[in-house]
């Protein structure tokens, strides 16, 4: 059976995964961050599917009732099951009138309601035999732009483990190299997916960017390539999760401004190589398992003097809520709009929360664009004048460079603080009212 769960936790859809595991050992689930990715589009392979689980509540995102309205009657949508953080019979109504197959409070999720459910469901539906194997690729050491192979070759460089996620386009595996065992990410997307092949080029300029930075709060690249079928990359796996797990589970201010001056150091080697991220935000800071911190997801980014924008072209703007006002509006950015990025997740790892909220994704750009920089409490008042300088609405009042982030940090920071472990709050659930 293969499921896959639109959510906005990862914390939450991990604990799903392992209390079906336990269950339904040959289930093959998952996970989809509507709050990294967005929500699905209309490019998204939903009959790679026998189940999915969506959320009700999605932060940012439109609620889940709506999307399972725009979604129903799409080629190979199945069976939903509709999820949401209270026993409301009169969402669930609404929620089988829309097309759902069920209804189930969050809580029941980890239970055993959700597998006999899923059981029943897959009675009805049959379970899908489809598989999927990414045709031999190029040996593991090289570095060519290019490469092709014949699906019919047997000598594979990967061994796949699972299918840890799916974005509009690709397709994230948790694989391992068969020539020393190592664990890696390969990210793979199918040739001709997207308009014009834009989707493609813009994989193969990610994969580049990525090949050509060297620093250890990057995300190293290991291989990369294009077979007649599939392009991918072939990257470190993160043993230690993203920073948004971190976030949720609480962090200490000493965590904070340790991932802080690491995410100000993935920036210089960003930013020193010519390269705007575009997403920078906790689902895209990944923790090795060490704990070092680097940056990962190049999806969107582009080189600065770069006269093509292949993301506008796709609709790509990022995601709403780390969204620069100049992004926000489409004109033309540069690295100081992953500044105003990182002065989000600066407050979000200060206070738990994000600085701008609303009901719909537009009402957080409208946010972004025209309201103040929030006050933090009065307990972290030193920081204010930092995150002042990160969330400025205009480019020319925001600091310059990832340099002056760093020494911003250490001149805000007042020796008392150096030592203090004070839990942050983990951030509450966000329930839009619709």
Not at 100 to 127: E, K, M, N, T, W
Not at 270 to 278: F, L, Q, T
Not at 398 to 403: E, F, G, K
Request: charged letters at 20%; one cysteine or more.
């Amino acid at each position: 059976m293969k499921l896959v769960i639109i959510d906005t936790s990862p914390v939450w859809m991990a604990d799903v995964r392992r209390a079906l595991a336990q269950v339904l050992p040959d289930i093959e689930v998952t996970a989809y961050d509507a709050d990294q990715a967005g929500m699905p589009d209309d490019n998204f392979c939903w009959a790679w599917y026998d189940v999915a689980l969506l959320s009700h509540e999605l932060g940012d995102q439109p609620s889940g009732l709506h999307c399972l309205a725009a979604y129903v009657g799409r080629p190979g949508f199945p069976p939903t099951v509709l999820v949401s953080q209270s026993a409301d019979p009169y969402l669930a109504a609404d929620a089988i009138k829309a097309g759902a197959a069920d209804y189930i409070r969050r809580d029941d999720a980890l239970g055993q309601r959700l597998p006999a459910l899923l059981g029943a469901l897959v009675s009805r539906h049959p379970v899908s035999d489809r598989t999927f194997r990414l045709p031999p690729g190029a040996p593991v050491n090289s570095r060519a732009a290019r490469v092709r192979r014949s699906p019919t070759m047997d000598d594979s460089t990967h061994r796949f483990v699972r299918l840890i996620g799916q974005g509009g386009f690709c397709r994230v595996y948790l694989a391992e190299r068969v020539t020393d065992q190592r664990p890696i990410v390969l990210k793979v997307m199918e040739r001709g997916t997207g308009p014009n092949g834009g989707m493609l080029r813009r994989f193969a300029r990610e994969a580049q960017i990525l090949s050509n930075i060297d620093d250890p709060h990057v995300v190293r690249v290991y291989d990369r390539g294009i077979t007649a079928e599939y392009g991918y990359i072939s990257m470190e796996f993160f043993a230690g999760g993203d920073l948004k797990q971190k976030i949720e589970r609480g962090v200490s201010l000493d965590e904070a401004i340790r991932c802080m001056r690491g995410i100000a150091r993935g920036l210089q080697a960003v930013h020193r190589e010519g390269v705007i991220h575009r997403d920078v935000k906790p689902g895209n800071i990944m923790f090795r398992g060490d704990g070092s911190l680097a940056l990962a997801d190049f999806g969107i980014s582009r080189r600065l003097h770069e006269t093509i924008d292949l993301t506008t072209h796709t609709g790509t703007l990022g995601t709403p809520g780390y969204l620069s006002p100049e992004q926000a509006l489409g004109t033309p950015v540069d690295h100081r709009t992953d500044l105003y990025s990182a002065g989000v997740v600066f407050y979000e790892l200060l206070t738990g929360g994000k600085p701008f909220r609303a009901d719909t994704p537009a009402g957080v750009v409208y946010q972004h664009i025209h309201t103040p920089p929030p006050r933090l409490p009065a307990s972290l008042g030193w920081a204010q004048p930092l995150l002042d300088m990160l969330l400025a609405k205009s480019p020319e009042a925001r600091l310059s460079s990832a340099d002056e982030l760093l020494q911003g940090i250490d001149e805000w920071l007042p020796p008392c603080l150096e030592g203090r472990a004070l839990q942050t709050r983990p951030h509450a659930p966000q329930i839009a009212l619709h």
